[in-house]
């Protein structure tokens, strides 16, 4: 079994920055890729951005294009979020999750709380 733990989270003012981590424990840990996603009090989880684990390939939700930074150190089965120029709308719960080629995410992470203040 794979166990995800995120860690970063936070209270920050809009215009700043935060960087949230999630390190991989468990097994064996080669997933096709690893992902951040985020659930707003009242809203569904949605997408934030993605890093493919052999490569370093991203992909970014529109409404963090240019303002999130996803990326991974293989060797320490961790993904990083660094998250600048926050807005109010970005506060949520972040989660991240791993998934093999082919599969949808099927690990995930307990989640931690980001809030931006305005």
């Known amino acids: 079994q794979v166990q995800l733990v995120e860690s970063g989270g936070g209270l920050v003012q809009a215009g700043g920055s935060l960087r949230l981590s999630c390190t991989a424990s468990g097994r064996t840990f ?14 569904e989880r949605v997408f934030v951005a993605r890093v493919v684990w052999i490569g370093g390939a991203t992909y970014y939700a529109d409404s963090v294009k240019g303002r999130f930074t996803i990326s991974r150190d293989n060797a320490k089965n961790t993904v990083y979020l ?11 719960v972040y989660y991240c999750a791993a998934k093999r080629l082919g599969a949808a995410y099927d690990y995930w992470g307990q989640g931690t709380q980001v809030t931006v203040s305005s």
């Open 82 to 92: 660094q998250m600048n120029s926050l807005k109010p709308e970005d506060t949520a």
């Open 30 to 43: 080669s997933p096709y890729a690893m992902g951040w996603f985020r659930q707003a009090p009242g809203k």
